[in-house]
């Protein structure tokens, strides 16, 4: 039987001790004397939130089987249990074999929402691997980080040895098999790193240096061993129907916050909204065929026992076999006993007809994402939802039995103004008021509840908006107020509910967003004074982060309120995600003229991912 | 058709607490394929139930569950079938079919036996079981049980219906049913107290070995005693 890191006293104090005992079914056990390669493949945040991840599940199925490496996990433990760590010197393990992380040859850190980068420290401060990779030697793990996030990775940087840019399924069998001839024939750590560099899609963060202009903008940018790449393309998957998913996800034994099969339908989005960062980080769209999702539902649902199902991907409703592959859900799923969730569906006739079949009308709401209050606004961010269009929606779904609305927006959009603010208290109005007209008052099952939420926008690498200026603190919450006193001037405002996101956090996770490498000094000095955690509100603690900017010489305004020149060359330039820079600047010059842009499906914008050779470039358009 | 699933918690199952583990068997019941009887509605559960809640830290040899199939299935087909689907540290040990007329395995609980040993490292200068029959000797054994409302004087020695000091540690039965559950934890609390003594929160180590129903005579018979193999 498997011996645990944490004794049964201190597994008995913490809460949730489940969340450290592996073991789970469909965890993977191998001799660790029988594999070359030790992987611990961490998410830097608790275990309910990084076993909920899909990308990880991807990663973990594939490395597992390969034969010569076994994939481990690693979550950051929770306060209470970080606390007794420290205090008793124990390192940090891996679920599985309990082993620490130190004596592994990878860790892998998914960096999937920026507020997660002091936990990183944690994670390393806790496995004693040194922040730093350049002080690393051959008796540490190999620090390797992936995931969105890595799309910039400046700001994190000096905390890597290698960052693995784009899609995680092409690009681990090469880098191991360099790792593994690297060792045999005694090569040096550095050497190690330097071979991995030039491996396609591998960023190699000592090797490149950068120099400022006086105002503090990136002036070069390169490699400082010429035979590394100036430019690092993603690596990207050609075809998701002939690839690695798991069909035996690990089951864990606490309720984490995805409970269930997920299944990637497709990857990438059509729509280019231009807030959105994932929607050109993952073009082209490429959608999995008919057999591979039906042959992986069934597998999936009998090897865990999961009682539900979800579909995962940008906008489900895109999805060109949708109607077909809900169908034989349905069936299956019937026969099965298993719920069916269909998160990002557009509301129309098709996919109210589908909820009313696999959910309880009664129970659930609907969800629309208007993001932004007003057409004018709408046009800018190019989400090509009109409000007749909510307003059909809804009407259809009120005459189905729905009476409860859940509206997404955001605030602090570039151009924004007051009115556009006030637009979100106006179309909420207007959604209740279409259900008083449509529902007669002996169907009514009491008021309709219509909940509309703003987030604050925040300006993402990648996206035709990071040249904009986000907004400040003060602006935010200006705007949220806007909205407030708009919504109390509604003729139904007992039937909205208006909530608004913090505004401090959005401040630092924009600074972090588009930081440069000169942030890693901030980012370790607010973790050696006890910042971990800033994703979660209770923990996060703004009035350190800004001492920490101050103490480092680094003004926020710089990276958060400025807006970049056209020219400016940004932090993330060297790495290629396939969509050009030409193409995201045309979009920010047709924001501002408010103009709409077409989707993939309906005409090709050229936005440069076509040289991939796959997905929707190459499909007929309708 | 009803049916009485026993099963062992050991290893790091444990720290698996009663909720979870219900989630557990939900699963493991899926993904043997069990054809498993739920209820209505548009949320369907599937009809099982537990007999008696185990606390997160004790081992046991005596856990059951009770399940409706909605067609006959072969006992050792079952416990096969859920077996090799298990989690390590959770075993199942015996599958029973329940005649028509038996009481659910929650109502039916009426003692259960416990072994308590003393944890590694929490030895103290005591011998474990010294004086334990003198405690028991006692004509009553008064406990003070406080819960979030009010303090209620117990009676220990009522629910301890029997009990044997053994070299390793000192095994007790005691009354396991809704009405006047006890549990090891208040009992050692009050042999420490007897001995002059208070226990630390992780001295003990519990191992629930058993769980008993009693029959027309009276007497405890371990819960599955009630079915049969079909």
Request: negative net charge.
């Amino acid at each position: 039987m498997r011996k645990l890191a944490l004794t049964d006293e201190i597994l008995l104090k913490i809460d949730k001790p489940a969340r450290y005992i592996g073991g789970e079914v469909n965890s993977i056990m191998k001799d660790r004397e029988r594999v070359d390669i030790r992987f611990a493949m961490c998410f830097p945040d608790v275990y309910e939130i990084g076993m909920s991840h899909l990308g990880i599940q991807i990663i973990y199925d594939m490395l597992n089987k390969f034969e010569d490496v076994w994939c481990e996990r690693v979550y950051s433990p929770w306060m209470d249990l970080d606390e007794i760590m420290r205090k008793e010197q124990i390192p940090l393990f891996a679920l599985e074999s309990q082993d620490p992380v130190k004596d592994f040859d990878f860790l892998g850190i998914t960096l999937q929402y920026e507020m997660c980068y002091t936990n990183i420290l944690q994670v390393l401060d806790l496995s004693g691997i040194p922040f730093f990779a350049k002080e690393r030697t051959w008796e540490d793990a190999v620090v390797i980080g992936g995931g969105p996030c890595v799309y910039n990775p400046e700001p994190v940087a000096p905390f890597f040895d290698l960052f693995y840019i784009g899609e995680g399924e092409t690009m681990y069998r090469q880098l191991f098999d360099l790792y593994k001839t690297c060792r045999k024939t005694g090569k040096s750590r550095k050497e190690f790193l330097m071979e991995a560099g030039k491996l396609p899609g591998i960023y190699a963060p000592e090797f490149y240096e950068t120099t400022y202009h006086d105002d503090g903008t990136i002036a070069t940018f390169y490699p400082v061993i010429p035979e590394l790449p100036r430019k690092i393309m993603k690596e990207m998957v050609r075809d998701l129907s002939d690839t690695y998913y798991p069909e035996k996800p690990v089951v864990p034994f606490i309720r984490v916050t995805q409970d269930r099969v997920v299944l990637e339908i497709q990857r990438g989005c059509i729509r280019g909204c231009r807030f959105c960062q994932a929607g050109q980080l993952y073009r082209p769209v490429r959608e999995r065929s008919l057999e591979f999702l039906k042959e992986y539902a069934v597998k999936m649902l009998k090897a865990t026992g999961h009682e539900e199902i979800s579909l995962s991907s940008l906008s489900s409703s895109d999805f060109s076999k949708l109607p077909e592959f809900i169908d034989y859900l349905i069936e299956e799923c019937r026969k099965r006993h298993v719920n069916i969730s269909l998160p990002s569906l557009r509301i129309d006739a098709f996919s109210l007809d589908v909820m009313s079949k696999v959910q309880d009308v009664k129970k659930s709401s609907l969800t629309f994402a208007p993001e932004a209050g007003t057409q004018r606004m709408r046009n800018v961010i190019n989400k090509g939802l009109t409000e007749e269009v909510i307003l059909n929606g809804a009407k259809l779904a009120f005459e189905g039995g729905w009476n409860k609305v859940k509206l997404y927006f955001m605030l602090g959009l570039p151009t924004e103004t007051d009115e556009d603010a006030r637009g979100i208290a106006l179309l909420a109005n207007e959604i209740a008021k279409l259900y008083y007209e449509t529902v007669p008052k002996e169907k009514r099952n009491g008021k309709v509840q219509i909940t509309a939420s703003t987030s604050f926008f925040i300006p993402k690498p990648f996206t035709p908006f990071q040249w904009a200026p986000m907004c400040t603190r003060e602006q935010f919450l200006d705007k949220a107020h806007t909205v407030k006193t708009a919504v109390l001037e509604q003729l139904n405002k007992k039937s909205i509910k208006y909530n608004w996101h913090e505004a401090d956090a959005s401040v630092l996770e924009g600074i972090l967003a588009r930081g440069d490498r000169k942030i890693a000094d901030v980012i370790y000095m607010a973790y050696k004074k006890g910042c971990i955690y800033d994703a979660w509100g209770e923990y996060y603690k703004h009035d350190v982060w800004m001492e920490c900017f101050e103490a480092c010489g680094l003004s926020m305004d710089f990276y958060t309120t400025r807006e970049r020149s056209l020219d400016e060359i940004f932090p993330w330039d060297f790495i290629d995600c396939g969509v050009t820079k030409e193409f995201l600047k045309r979009e920010w010059q047709r924001a501002l003229r408010e103009e709409v842009t077409p989707n993939c499906k309906m005409a090709c914008q050229g936005c440069g991912a076509a040289r991939f050779g796959t997905g929707i470039c190459y499909e007929e358009r309708s | 058709m009803k049916y009485r699933i026993k099963f062992s918690k050991y290893g790091s199952i444990i720290f698996i607490g009663h909720l979870d583990m219900m989630r557990y068997f939900q699963k493991a019941i899926r993904r043997a394929e069990i054809p498993i009887a739920y209820s209505t509605g548009f949320s369907p559960h599937q009809i099982m139930s537990f007999a008696a809640p185990l606390g997160v830290g004790l081992y046991s040899n005596g856990e059951y569950l009770d399940i409706e199939l909605t067609q006959e299935v072969s006992t050792a087909d079952m416990k096969e079938a859920l077996n090799r689907t298990m989690a390590e540290g959770v075993e199942i040990l015996s599958v029973k079919a329940l005649p028509k007329n038996a009481e659910n395995a929650m109502a039916s609980v009426a003692a259960a036996g416990y072994f308590i040993q003393i944890r590694k490292g929490h030895e103290a200068d005591l011998v474990f079981g010294e004086g334990f029959d003198d405690f028991m000797a006692q004509s009553s054994i008064p406990y003070e049980k406080e819960t979030k409302k009010s303090r209620k004087l117990l009676d220990l020695k009522e629910g301890i219906y029997d009990y044997e000091v053994k070299e390793d540690g000192i095994y007790l039965l005691v009354n396991a049913s809704s009405s006047g559950n006890i549990k090891p934890g208040m009992i050692m609390e009050a042999y420490y107290a007897y001995l002059g003594r208070k226990p630390s929160e992780f001295d003990f180590v519990v191992t629930r070995e058993e769980t008993y129903t009693k029959n027309e005579d009276g007497q405890f018979i371990s819960l599955d005693e009630v079915g049969k193999d079909i």
